[in-house]
């Protein structure tokens, strides 16, 4: 052999070297994991990061996604309990835990996870009626999320949600349920409006009546306030009328004249102020009224007497001529 066949020898030794290295060494990304088959079987899984294998003894099988993933069920047609028929639509999150037994155990998992989930949800809407399928949509997550997680565990499968995005009933259906709706509204709508009426009117009749009350105490404080005037009044009339009687008997006829005449003057301003008078006729003058005085005076003098006058004339003012000693 020449130096060039030699020379070729170690080249060819360095290449099957570093295919051999090449071929031993995996590197494996986060959130993957790779399944080692021997001789085509199963041997171990690799982990994300460096990995080793024996060359042209052991392969790489799968790369398992181990990260949670989305599933995206097709719209599909279901009946209700109540024989109506409902289209939903829903998605589907898992996780794979044992990427061997994702691959080994189940030929297609994405195909098996949907077909799965479509079949549950047939169950649970069958078994509940359209109203109940409408207004319980976390019941029925929490259902399939049961029976799927149950289901799908010796994949080595984690089903870690199932979210119905939409329920849509047949439109007739829909047009019912949205009078239905509307009729109810209108029927809670016109109960508050009727209860705010009957609460204005309990709040107006409360307030009237208070106003009512305080009405009726400010008519009685008034009505004891007159009262009591009205007695202080007579009181002071009462003794006016004691002290002309008292300046009457000692024959002080000034008193008398005084009081007759002022109420001879008050009946005269009363028959001038009534509301009914049109023209008063008066006839008389201050001349008149003087005169009237004076007549007054006579009458009680034929009452008391003149000697009583008299003597309380010669009582009070002395005469002129006479001396002190007469």
């Known amino acids: 052999m020449g130096p060039y066949g030699f020379d070729i020898v170690v080249v060819a030794l360095v290449a099957l070297v570093i295919l051999t290295i090449a071929l031993g060494v995996r590197t494996v990304p986060q959130g993957y994991n ?94 509940m009626d359209l109203d109940q399928l409408l207004s319980h949509r976390d019941e029925i997550n929490e259902r399939l999320l049961r029976v799927m997680d149950a289901a799908a565990s010796p994949w080595g499968v984690k089903v870690t949600r199932i979210e119905i995005r939409d329920i849509l009933p047949p439109a007739d259906i829909a047009g019912a349920m949205n009078r239905q709706m509307k009729a109810e509204r209108e029927k809670r709508a016109a109960v508050l409006e009727a209860e705010g009426l009957r609460q204005a009117d309990i709040l107006k009749a409360e307030g009237q009546k208070q106003s009512q009350i305080l009405a ?28 002309v009687s008292e300046a009457i008997s000692r024959g002080d006829i000034q008193a008398a004249n005084f009081l007759i005449a002022e109420r001879y003057t008050d009946a005269l301003k009363a028959m001038a102020s009534a509301p009914n008078s049109k023209v008063v006729i008066v006839p008389i003058e201050a001349a008149a009224l ?37």
Do not use: W
């Open 290 to 326: 003087a005169g009237t005085v004076g007549g007054i005076a006579q009458l009680t003098k034929a009452v008391f007497g003149e000697e009583a006058i008299e003597s309380r004339r010669a009582g009070s003012v002395p005469a002129a001529g006479r001396s002190p000693g007469a």
């Open 34 to 127: 790779y399944t080692v088959e021997r001789f085509g079987r199963y041997s171990r899984t690799l982990g994300a990061g460096l990995g080793l294998i024996v060359p042209y003894i052991d392969r790489v099988g799968h790369k398992v996604n181990v990260m949670e993933q989305v599933l995206d069920i097709p719209s599909q047609e279901a009946i209700t309990k109540d024989n109506a028929g409902v289209r939903i639509d829903a998605a589907a999150f898992f996780q794979v835990l044992d990427a061997a037994k994702a691959r080994y155990e189940v030929a297609s998992l994405d195909d098996a996870l949907m077909v799965l989930t479509m079949t549950n949800i047939r169950t649970v809407v069958g078994s």
């Open 216 to 243: 009726a105490e400010g008519r009685k404080e008034a009505a004891l306030r007159d009262a009591e005037a009205r007695e202080r009044l007579a009181q002071a009339e009462a003794n006016a009328t004691a002290m």
